[in-house]
């Protein structure tokens, strides 16, 4: 089967990196529980800083929030190889800006997910991801951001959010560990 993935915050727990970050750049100490309480995309209001100035922020530490060591999400990089060992294929789907692609696929690569020839996508918008999805024909789809996966369901195939404190609203199927995935495939097989 084909198995398809955002890679921010559903693969690797990058606002949390980019939270730290923050904090150590601006000399702050707020606290993590705040963060795990967030119920928007950007973290800059917990910062006390404008739209403006958060983008200005992550803009930049861009290279450091993508390319230092932000974490996987656990057990993130074992359930994507247990499937590609298994025979399915495992495709990447990230919105990042073109001018990430090349290093950003370097850095999944270091990083230890399994990246194969041709199954790595990036640099569309949000909005444009559902057309490579369809056009793949995917079996699963999984990503965490709501602009995202509200454009998905017309599609017939298997969609989960990748859990996070501002995408409880929704209401389609969850995963909240990638532990799960193994278990979703075998008790679950996606139809055609
Ligand atoms: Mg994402």
């Known amino acids: 089967m084909k198995f398809g993935f955002d890679i921010d915050d559903t693969l690797i727990q990058l606002r949390e990196h980019a939270f730290r970050l923050y904090n150590a750049k601006l000399n702050r100490n707020v606290e993590i529980e705040r963060f795990n309480e967030l119920t928007t995309v950007p973290i800059h209001e917990l910062f006390g800083l404008t739209?403006?100035?958060?983008?200005?922020?992550?803009?930049?530490?861009?290279?450091?929030?993508?390319?230092?060591?932000?974490?996987?999400?656990?057990?993130?990089?074992?359930?994507?190889?247990?499937?590609?060992?298994?025979g399915h294929?495992?495709?990447?789907?990230?919105?990042?800006?073109?001018?990430?692609?090349?290093?950003?696929?370097?850095?999944?690569?270091?990083?230890?997910?399994?990246?194969?020839?041709?199954?790595f996508y990036c640099g569309m918008g949000d909005a444009e991801k559902v057309h490579i999805i369809r056009k793949l024909g995917l079996d699963y789809y999984f990503d965490d951001k709501p602009a995202v996966l509200d454009t998905l369901s017309d599609l017939s195939l298997q969609v989960y959010v990748r859990d996070?404190?501002?995408?409880?609203?929704?209401?389609?199927p969850r995963i909240t560990s990638w532990d799960e995935l193994l278990e979703i495939v075998k008790n679950h097989p996606a139809e055609g």
Not at 90 to 111: G, L, Q, S
Request: one cysteine or more; aromatic letters at 12%.
């Open 51 to 86: 739209a403006e100035e958060g983008g200005r922020m992550w803009n930049s530490l861009r290279d450091e929030i993508y390319y230092t060591d932000c974490p996987p999400f656990p057990s993130a990089v074992e359930a994507l190889q247990e499937l590609v060992r298994q």
């Open 164 to 172: 996070n404190s501002y995408n409880r609203h929704l209401d389609i």
């Open 89 to 119: 294929e495992v495709y990447y789907i990230t919105a990042r800006a073109p001018e990430h692609c090349e290093r950003t696929r370097e850095w999944i690569e270091k990083a230890g997910f399994p990246v194969e020839e041709g199954r």
